[in-house]
Every structure is written in C-alpha cells, then in structure tokens.
C-alpha cells in the first residue's frame, strides 16, 4: 500500500457546485497534514495546513479522520480559478526534516 | 521579491552527459530541498539539507549530488544523465519543517535522450 493515496480524478465540477475528495494515508503516526494545489505546469503552492481534526478557510475545509486514516478536503462555491491537482501531505513532526511525503494528487475541473 | 529561483527552466540532454541545476532562495530559510515530479508518481524527495553544511538523501537518489554551497543557494547535479531522469524538477525551501509550508521555484524541465 503506498503511504499517501489520492483518487487521481479529474473530478469534473460546475461551477457553483461543492467538490470533496479524500487522500488516505498509511503512516498512523502522520501528526500534521497539509494541502497544497499545484496549476498545470506550476509548481506547488501551499493551500491549507491541518494540525488538528480539521480547518476552514473561506471555501476550503479541510476534515480529518483519524481513525479511518484520512484527510478530506472540500471545495464550496466552486470557481473556475480552482481548476487545479491538489496533493495531499501527511507529516510526523518526530520525522526527520526532509521527510514531507508527497501524494500524487487529486485533479479537479472546474467548468462553467 | 524572487523567491526560490532555479535555472536553467528547460534542458535537453543526451545519455551520459552531465549537468547542474542551480537553486537559489532570498527569504534566510535554513532548509533546502530537491524534488522530481513524474506523471502519477507525486514530487519525490532526491535530497535534502535542513541547514547549511549539511545534505542528506532523500526517496531517490541515486544518479544525483547535491551541494550546500551556502545558506541561499543548493545545486543538483546529473553525472552521467540517464532517460530515467527526464522528470519535472523543482527546489524548494522552508523556515521550519514542522509549519509544513515549502515554497516551491518554478521547476526544471529536463529531457534526456
């Protein structure tokens, strides 16, 4: 099983309408997760950071599940500027630095 | 305010040849780090340095060197390329590790014949 799993997509969504994906992770030792969206051909930019069992920001809301070992995060009011592959960070804060391990990321399409 | 700078953007190569990509960030962070991004397979860590003086091996790394030439600025260097390493490559850096919060440079798109 790899450590961080993401339905690859694309997750085709109006305009408008509310999108939720899930990223599962192996490692139950994952204190601290975080998402990051990366546009096409972009490099990763950091979106959200979930220290605890979840977080919100504006349209973004990120939901944790620890027993079941997974991270959601769901996208309300839709915008064509969401277009975009969001990957999944799970992270041990015992871990060593460099250790932030990478899903492959979700893809989503907004359309209008 | 540039960032994480990386150079050269794009690269072709042939097998064998060797090449350096350069990194440089202007924001004090103390950690540095290289990834390679390949369809499907998510960024994978090459190397990594949580300070200056100080590299270590990441996911994947053999084929690679790293240099900590300072605090600002750590290269990646290809010795003998391989058609393996065509990939996405991208430097990153942070403050500290536990924020979570890498910040990327634009990424190196290298081809290897």
């Known amino acids: 099983r790899k450590e961080v799993e993401q339905d690859p997509g694309p997750f085709n969504v109006p305009e408008g309408a509310t999108v939720a994906f899930n990223c599962t992770y192996s490692?139950?030792?994952?204190?601290?997760f975080f998402w990051y969206r990366q546009d096409c051909r972009k490099e990763p930019k950091l979106l959200m950071s979930?220290?605890?069992s979840g977080n919100e920001d504006g349209r973004f809301t990120a939901q944790l599940n620890r027993a079941s070992q997974y991270i959601s995060l769901l996208i309300r009011d839709s915008k064509l500027s969401d277009s975009a592959t969001y990957l999944c960070?799970?992270?041990?804060?015992?871990?060593?630095?460099?250790?932030?391990?990478f899903g492959a990321g979700t893809q989503v399409v907004v359309t209008p | 305010n540039a960032g994480v700078t990386q150079t050269p953007k794009f690269q072709v190569l042939k097998t064998g040849q060797s090449m350096t990509l350069q990194c440089a960030q202007d924001?004090?962070?103390?950690?540095m780090y290289w990834y390679r991004q390949d369809p499907g397979m998510g960024l994978r860590l090459i190397y990594y340095?949580?300070?200056?003086?100080?590299?270590d091996k990441g996911e994947v790394p053999n084929g690679y060197n790293v240099s900590r030439l300072n605090k600002r600025e750590f290269s990646l260097r290809l010795e003998s390329a391989a058609p393996s390493q065509t990939s996405v490559y991208f430097c990153?850096?942070?403050?500290?590790?536990?924020?979570?919060?890498?910040?990327f440079g634009e990424g190196s798109r290298l081809t290897v014949l």
């Open positions: 490692n139950s030792a994952s204190q601290s």
């Open positions: 924001m004090n962070h103390n950690s």
């Open positions: 340095s949580a300070s200056e003086g100080t590299t």
């Open positions: 960070v799970p992270h041990m804060t015992t871990d060593s630095w460099g250790k932030f391990q």
């Open positions: 979930v220290y605890s």
């Open positions: 990153a850096s942070s403050e500290l590790a536990f924020t979570g919060e890498l910040f």
